[in-house]
T-cell receptor, first 113, second 118 residues
Framework: QKEVEQNSGPLSVPEGAIASLNCTYS??????FFWYRQYSGKSPELIMF????GDKEDGRFTAQLNKASQYVSLLIRDSQPSDSATYLC?????????????FGQGTILTVHP | DTAVSQTPKYLVTQMGNDKSIKCEQN?????MYWYKQDSKKFLKIMFS???????INETVPNRFSPKSPDKAHLNLHINSLELGDSAVYFC?????????????????FGPGTRLTVL
């Protein structure tokens, strides 16, 4: 079993819709969870992080964490074509304070006009 | 005002050569990383340094040798390059913090170095 798993997609949603991206992880000791966005040919950029159960909202983005189910998701409301990118879920596996992140394989999101 | 910078951006070389990639961060972070992103876009950590000390060393061939002359710089030297080393190499840096939002060690990535071994 992979430590961090995401559906590779591609996930295609119409403009204005809600895009839902999912991620599961295997290590129950994981403490912090990150969502990065990566445009083609560019470096990953942080969208948001979450460390406690529940929802965390930032603009059009909402991260949801359920540690009991070992599940973290990212919702993008009012999706725009500019949101089309690969979304990487990253988990601080083992809960170390030195930030050893394990990444999922990424979900390709396409928002079509 | 570049936060994390890498040089070179592109590197094309022959099998068997030795090459280096340099990384610098001006964020004042204590920890720096090297990641490899393969053709399938899978991003995997290779090394991590905290205050010039090696703290993460994943199962990377001995041909890869990181060096951190100070906490703002982390270089990667690769000996005897192989075809399978072709990938994009990302440098990142972070600073562990505790805040109202929770503990975090958010990593900021450099622009990447695309290495092609012929």
């Amino acid at each position: 079993q992979k430590e961090v798993e995401q559906n590779s997609g591609p996930l295609s949603v119409p403009e204005g819709a809600i895009a839902s991206l999912n991620c599961t992880y295997s290590d129950r000791g994981s403490q912090s969870f990150f969502w990065y966005r990566q445009y083609s040919g560019k470096s990953p950029e942080l969208i948001m992080f979450i460390y406690s159960n529940g929802d965390k909202e930032d603009g059009r983005f909402t991260a949801q964490l359920n540690k009991a189910s070992q599940y973290v998701s990212l919702l993008i409301r009012d999706s725009q074509p500019s949101d089309s990118a690969t979304y990487l879920c990253a988990v601080n596996v083992g809960g170390t304070s030195y930030g050893k992140l394990t990444f999922g394989q990424g979900t390709i999101l396409t928002v079509h006009p | 005002d570049t936060a994390v910078s890498q040089t070179p951006k592109y590197l094309v070389t022959q099998m068997g050569n030795d090459k280096s990639i340099k990384c610098e961060q001006n964020l004042g972070h204590d920890t720096m990383y090297w990641y490899k992103q393969d053709s399938k876009k899978f991003l995997k950590i290779m090394f991590s340094y905290n205050n010039k000390e090696l703290i993460i060393n994943e199962t990377v061939p001995n041909r890869f040798s990181p060096k951190s002359p100070d906490k703002a710089h982390l270089n990667l030297h690769i000996n005897s390059l192989e075809l399978g080393d072709s990938a994009v190499y990302f440098c990142a840096s972070s600073q562990f913090r505790r805040s109202i939002a929770g503990p975090t060690d958010t990593q900021y990535f450099g622009p990447g170095t695309r290495l092609t071994v012929l």
